[in-house]
C-alpha cells in the first residue's frame, strides 16, 4: 500500500495503472519489506509526490533512475552525430596544441627563455618586467619544473590564441546588435558560473580521452568568457561624438570598425584578454584531471598521493607562473593605454 | 530669390523624435505646440515647418537657446539625423532620397563637419588626423600628407603634426578640427557649436581665423552658435530657432534694427550696438549739401562716435568704394543705439 493510491483511485485510473506491474528491479526499500523487517515509519514520514514515489502507488509512471538512465541513453544516442560535426572543427585544436606542446618541450631551455624574453619585451618595453620573467623562469629550471611549466605556458597560450579569435569577433557582433547581446549575455553567464566539474562530464563523452582537444576545449570555453564580455563593452563605451564624426566624413561600416572603434575600445579589450590568460591558467590546473599536461598533474599527484612538497612545489610554479602572465599582459595594457593618450 | 538658387535649401523640414513620428506628423502640421505633443502623444517636437536658404559662399549662422533644435537641424544637411518628412536640397539634389552608399558620398565630398568636443582620434596624430576625410576617401598617402600638412599650416599649427590631440589645448584641438574639415575640401562645412567649448580669448581668435579663412576660401558655412556676438561677428545670414522653428532670419542688421518679436528683442537687448550695427545699415539717401566729413559704409557706428566727438549736430556723408551712398545724421545713430523693446514698454 503506497501513499498516494488514493489519488490514482480518486482520478479512476486503477485499472491503467495495474495494466503494468512495474519490472522494474525493486528499490531497497521494496525489499527492506518484502524480508518483513521494515522500519514502521512515524505518521508524519510522507513522501514527496516524487516520482519514485508515485510509481510505488501506480506502476506506470517511471521511476526517477529510469529519468537519468533515459538521459544518458539519449546523450549517448546523439554522440556519434555530434562527433561527427565536431571532430573535424575541433581537430585544428588538438593539432595547434600538440605542436606547441612539442616546441616548447623540446626545443632547448635557452631558445625558449630567449624567445619568451624577447616577446615581452616587444609586448611592454619594460626592464623591470623582463628582469621578473628571466627570474620566474630560471627559477622553474633551477628546481627542475621547467618542462611542466612551458607545457602550462604552451596550452595557455594556445587557450589564448583561440579565445581572442572567437571571442573577439563575438563580442564586436554582440555590441552592435542588442538582440545578440541578450542572447548571447545568459550564455555568458552559465559558462562562468557553471562549476568547470560540470562541463568536464560530456567532454569526457564526446572526445577521447587522451586526445588534447578534450581539456583545450573546456579551458578555451571558461576563458572566452572575459574577451567577449570586454569587447563587446569596450566598443559600447566607445564616445559617440568621435563615431557621429566618423559618420560626418563618410565612413562606411568596416571603417569605423577598423579606424575608431577598435583602436578606442583596445584597452578594455586588453583587458579581457588579462583576465582570459588568468582563466585559462586557473582552468589547466583543474584540466589536469582530464589529461592536461603541466604543473596540473603535480598538483594532482600532490593531492592523490598526499605528497604534500609536490604539490606545493608546483603550486608555488603556478603563482610565479600566474604572477609572470599577468604582470607582463598588464605591462602590455598600459603601453597601449600610453600610447594613445601619449604625453611626452 | 533674387540672388541665384541657394546652395542648400531647406524646405518644410519637420523633425519629431518619437517610436511613430509619422503618424503624429499630421498634428504638427495642424499646429499642435511642443508641449501638447509631449503630453498626448509622447512625442518630442525636434523641428517644424523649417524653411531656410543657405547661399554658396556665405556663412549662414543658426542661433537659438539650448533645445531649440539647432542641433538637429545642422545633422539633418548630411542626414546623421533622417527627417521625419521635407525637402533638404544640396546642389539641387534631395538628400533625403539618397541611398546610403549615395550619401556616404555626399558626405565625403560635399560637406564636412566641426564638432563642439573637436570629436578627434585619440590614438592618432594631427596630421593622420587632419588626413582622415582623404584616408576615408582611399587617397593615396602622399595627397594624404601634403593635403593635410598644407591645411595645417594655414589653420597656424605647422610644427605640431607629431603631436597626439591630448598634447593640445583646447583651441589647438579645434584648429586641427578645422583643418581635417577643409582638407576634406569640400564645398560645405558645416560647424556644430564649433567655438562654445573654447574659452573667450581662444573663441575671438578662432572666429577671425574663420572669417580670415573665408575671405579667402568662400565656402558655404553653416555655423550653429547659442552666442549672439558670435552670430552678430560671423553671419551673412542669420536664422533664429526657438522651440523648433523658425522665429526671424535675414541679414543680421536688419534683425538687430526690426526685430520680429518679443523673443528676439530680448536676445539683442544686450549687445553692444555702437559695435555691431554697420553704419550702412542706418544710412538715409543723400539729402543735405554740406557734411561734417566723409565715413566708410562698412564702420560701425562706434568709430563714428569717436569721429564726431559726441556731437549730435552733424551729418556725415557715407562712402563706399570712393562713391557717396547716402548720408547719416547723428541724431539717427543715437535712435538706432536704443533698443526697440515692445515688451519693457508695455510693462
Given amino acids: 500500500m503506497a501513499t498516494y493510491d488514493w489519488f490514482f483511485n480518486a482520478l479512476g485510473l486503477r485499472d491503467w495503472c495495474d495494466a503494468s506491474t512495474s519490472e522494474a528491479p525493486m528499490s531497497m526499500a521494496d525489499l527492506l519489506a518484502e524480508t518483513g523487517n521494515a522500519v514502521e515509519e512515524p505518521f508524519y514520514a510522507i513522501p514527496f509526490p516524487s516520482l519514485d514515489a508515485l510509481n510505488e502507488a501506480c506502476g506506470q509512471i517511471t521511476q526517477t533512475r529510469d529519468v537519468v538512465k533515459g538521459l544518458e541513453e539519449g546523450f549517448l544516442a546523439i554522440r556519434p552525430a555530434l562527433r561527427t560535426i565536431l571532430d573535424p572543427i575541433t581537430q585544428p585544436l588538438s593539432w595547434m596544441l600538440d605542436g606547441t606542446l612539442y616546441l616548447f618541450t623540446q626545443a632547448p631551455w635557452f631558445l625558449i627563455m630567449a ?70 549575455i545568459p550564455v555568458l553567464d552559465l559558462l562562468q558560473t557553471l562549476p568547470t566539474f560540470v562541463y568536464l562530464i560530456p567532454l569526457i563523452f564526446l572526445f577521447p580521452i587522451g586526445e588534447s582537444r578534450l581539456y583545450g576545449i573546456a579551458i578555451t570555453l571558461y576563458a572566452i568568457v572575459p574577451i567577449i564580455r570586454l569587447t563587446d563593452l569596450g566598443i559600447r563605451l566607445v564616445d559617440q561624438d568621435v563615431i557621429e564624426a566618423g559618420n560626418a566624413f563618410g565612413m562606411n561600416a568596416r571603417q569605423k570598425l577598423s579606424k575608431v572603434e577598435l583602436p578606442l575600445a583596445l584597452p578594455n579589450i586588453m583587458a ?20 592536461a599536461p603541466g604543473l596540473g598533474v603535480l598538483v594532482l599527484r600532490g593531492i592523490r598521493n598526499l605528497e604534500l612538497g609536490v604539490g606545493l612545489m608546483a603550486g608555488i610554479c603556478i603563482v610565479l607562473l600566474a604572477v609572470m602572465l599577468d604582470r607582463t599582459s598588464k605591462a602590455a595594457l598600459s603601453r597601449i593605454d600610453r600610447a594613445k593618450s601619449k604625453t611626452s | 530669390m533674387l540672388e541665384n538658387t541657394p546652395k542648400v535649401k531647406l524646405r518644410g523640414l519637420f523633425k519629431i523624435f518619437g517610436a511613430d513620428d509619422k503618424s503624429v506628423l499630421p498634428h504638427v502640421q495642424d499646429g499642435m505646440g511642443k508641449e501638447e505633443l509631449l503630453e498626448k502623444h509622447k512625442h518630442v517636437l525636434g523641428l517644424q515647418a523649417i524653411d531656410v536658404d543657405m547661399q554658396a559662399g556665405e556663412i549662414t549662422v543658426v542661433m537659438g537657446l539650448s533645445g531649440s533644435g539647432k542641433s538637429t537641424l545642422i545633422r539633418h544637411l548630411n542626414r546623421l539625423i533622417e527627417p521625419t518628412a521635407g525637402e533638404i536640397v544640396v546642389d539641387g ?48 598617402k602622399e595627397t594624404q600628407d601634403t593635403e593635410a600638412r598644407k591645411w595645417l599650416e594655414r589653420v597656424g599649427l605647422g610644427g605640431y603634426e607629431d603631436h597626439y590631440p591630448s598634447q593640445l589645448s583646447g583651441g589647438m584641438q579645434q584648429r586641427v578640427g578645422i583643418a581635417r574639415a577643409l582638407t576634406a575640401n569640400t564645398d560645405i562645412m558645416l560647424m556644430d557649436e564649433a567655438f562654445s567649448a573654447l574659452d573667450p580669448l581662444i573663441r575671438t581668435d578662432m572666429q577671425d581665423l574663420l572669417l580670415e579663412l573665408q575671405l579667402e576660401l568662400k565656402k558655404t558655412i553653416i555655423f550653429i552658435t547659442h552666442d549672439l556676438d558670435e552670430a552678430l561677428k560671423l553671419a551673412d545670414h542669420l536664422v533664429i530657432l526657438k522651440d523648433g522653428a523658425v522665429v526671424q532670419q535675414g541679414e543680421p542688421q536688419g534683425i538687430l534694427l526690426n526685430p520680429a518679436d518679443p523673443y528676439i528683442e530680448d536676445f539683442v537687448s544686450d549687445i553692444n550696438r555702437a559695435r555691431v550695427l554697420r553704419i550702412r545699415s542706418i544710412t538715409n539717401p543723400l539729402k543735405s549739401k554740406k557734411f561734417a566729413g566723409d565715413v566708410e559704409a562698412d564702420d560701425n557706428l562706434e568709430s563714428l562716435i569717436a569721429l564726431s566727438e559726441g556731437d549730435t549736430a552733424l551729418t556725415y556723408r557715407v562712402m563706399s568704394d570712393g562713391e557717396p551712398i547716402g548720408e547719416l545724421n547723428m541724431r539717427d545713430l543715437v535712435k538706432a543705439l536704443v533698443p526697440r523693446i515692445s515688451s519693457t514698454q508695455a510693462a
Wanted: glycine share 2%.
Fill in chain 2, 93 to 140: 539634389e534631395d538628400v533625403t532620397q539618397l541611398s546610403q552608399a549615395d550619401l556616404r558620398t555626399l558626405r565625403q565630398e560635399k560637406m564636412s563637419m566641426v564638432f563642439q568636443k573637436f570629436a578627434l582620434l585619440p590614438h592618432r596624430t594631427v596630421q593622420q588626423n587632419a588626413a582622415m576625410s582623404l584616408e576615408v576617401r582611399g587617397m593615396d
Fill in chain 1, 115 to 184: 624567445m619568451l624574453l624577447l616577446v615581452t619585451w616587444y609586448a611592454t618595453r619594460s626592464v623591470s618586467v623582463m628582469l621578473f620573467n628571466a627570474f620566474c623562469l630560471s627559477f622553474f629550471a633551477f628546481v627542475d619544473h621547467f618542462e611542466p611549466a612551458m607545457e602550462t605556458l604552451a596550452v595557455i597560450l594556445v587557450c589564448m590564441v583561440i579565445s581572442a579569435i572567437f571571442g573577439i569577433p563575438i563580442g564586436i557582433a554582440m555590441s552592435k546588435s542588442n538582440r545578440l547581446q541578450r542572447m548571447v
Fill in chain 1, 272 to 291: 579581457g584578454l588579462n583576465q582570459t590568460i588568468m582563466m585559462s591558467l586557473a582552468m589547466v590546473v583543474i584540466a589536469s584531471m582530464v589529461t
